[in-house]
């Protein structure tokens, strides 16, 4: 018998008409469920006079107000929480470095829906029960960790639970248990591919690596190509926050022509962020998501601050749900220097263009004067001998580059490999002076 192509047939090529009619049924059953069990969204309803009643049709979700990750940091730990502790199974928290973390928790409904959506992930990237999944997400509290382990385990592939760290190590169990799918963040990929390479190995004749999921960071097209090559696999981007859930939220087909979001579990919108206008398919703007599945934390129009475009035209690998393109930026790392809108993965781009350069980069912005300053920091490739530190030329055509992409003139230094810090986890690629200055 052929193998199937989709690991949920009928609802990942349900049509339209049918996903939205899901998507309201559902919708609808939410919001009875957060005005009835969270005081949060209870409040907010009879502040505005809204009954869950009044939600007659899909488009009745623009009467909901926006939820905004300070709702999450005001209400810590779990204040906006709709079920009872008894119900809840399991709790996860975003890895944020200041304040409050954003707590997750789960009721086993919950947990079986995740494991179900990753599991549907790792296999629309091409994963399979016979696969050996390396797992370098963090395992703990983050939730890219433990999520890729349960969808491994629901699809009932082998998966190697390293976490993150130990990058040698990492390396020489990828060789001997002959991984096929890594897991890990671009940045680590990265990472892996320049330490690889340092120790005379080559991933395409000594390794199994045939598909790699990335993401919890936003990576750029060069990256992708970059660890294509370098790794000789195949790249797969995967989005996820942990407000929604996690991982689990869209991934990549073998077309990889955007995110397919898994719309039986998420309703997305794109939104005017200045405004909070609602977009149309096809218009650049921030993706706020409805959890439409969710009981422990249900999310009722919440604003990722991740900017994207949504796609709803065919896709050729026959799914019906929406895409998501590459994530271009945060709102909220969205550099404004001099006036210009300036996203660090557009820096990113021009730097991959490079074939002498290395991945790694820093963008230093600062306002000594009246006006903004900005410089990028990039490393020559390890073998690119030292001499070539000065090269002018070099110099000029990366400013080039980079004022050809934002309008910007930008100073450029240009360091020796490995003089730029490295990551396992999430890169911090912009330095931003300014904000002591402010
Ligand atoms: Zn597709």
């Known amino acids: 018998m052929a193998e ?10 349900l049509p339209k008409t049918e996903l939205k009619k899901l998507q309201f049924k559902r919708l609808k059953t939410l919001v009875n469920h957060c005005y009835t069990n969270s005081s949060f969204y209870k409040k907010k309803f009879d502040k505005l006079g809204l009954k869950p009643s009044d939600i007659k049709k899909l488009e009745d979700l623009r009467k909901i107000p ?6 999450l940091r005001d209400n810590y730990p779990l204040g906006m929480m709709a079920a009872k ?5 399991e709790i996860h928290a975003s890895s944020g470095t200041t304040g409050n973390p954003i707590i997750g928790p789960y009721t086993s409904n919950d947990m079986q829906n995740w494991k179900e959506l990753m599991a549907r992930t790792i296999y629309a990237a091409g994963g ?6 390396h797992n370098a997400y963090g395992y703990g509290l983050f939730t890219g960790g433990l999520g890729f382990h349960y969808g491994a385990q629901e699809l009932g592939s082998l998966i190697v639970p390293i976490s993150g760290g130990m990058t040698q190590r990492q390396i020489k169990l990828i060789m001997d248990l002959q991984a096929t799918i890594l897991c890990c963040t671009p940045s680590f990929a990265v990472y892996l591919a320049e330490l690889m390479e340092k120790e005379g190995i080559n991933p395409k004749d000594d390794l199994k690596l045939r598909v790699g999921l990335f993401g919890a960071e936003p ?3 060069r990256t992708r190509e970059r660890i294509s090559n370098e790794l000789g696999l195949e790249p797969f981007d995967i989005y996820g926050l942990t407000e929604l859930c996690g991982p689990g939220v869209s991934v990549e087909c073998s077309q990889h022509d955007g995110l397919h979001i898994w719309e039986d579990h998420f309703l997305v919108e794109t939104i005017d962020p200045k405004t909070g206008e609602v977009l149309s398919p096809g218009e650049e703007g921030e993706l706020v998501f409805t959890t439409l599945t969710k009981t422990a934390l249900p999310m009722l129009r919440f604003r990722t601050r991740d900017i994207s475009v949504i796609k709803d035209d065919f896709c050729g690998c026959g799914r019906t749900h929406s895409r998501m393109l590459k994530i271009r930026g ?7 220097i001099r006036g210009v809108n300036v996203f660090p993965s557009q820096i990113e781009n021009a730097i991959m263009s490079f074939e002498e350069l ?4 820093q963008i230093v912005v600062d306002r000594p004067g009246a006006l903004d300053i900005f410089a990028v920091k990039v490393e020559l490739k390890d073998h690119i001998k ?6 002018d030329k070099l110099k000029a055509r990366i400013r080039n580059k980079i004022r050809d992409i934002t309008g910007l003139s930008a100073g450029v230094e240009i360091v020796a490999f490995g003089e730029l810090p490295r990551s396992a986890g999430k890169a911090k690629h912009v330095i931003d002076l300014r904000k002591d200055k402010m």
């Open 4 to 13: 199937n192509y989709y690991y949920t047939e009928k609802i990942e090529t």
């Open 219 to 221: 990576w750029s097209e």
């Open 386 to 391: 030292q001499a070539q530190l000065g090269q």
């Open 358 to 361: 290395a991945t790694q980069y």
């Open 128 to 133: 399979r029960k016979s696969d050996v999944i």
């Open 330 to 336: 945060r709102s909220d790392d969205m550099l404004i």
């Open 85 to 89: 502790i008894g119900d809840v199974v």
């Open 66 to 71: 926006f939820t905004v990750k300070t709702d």
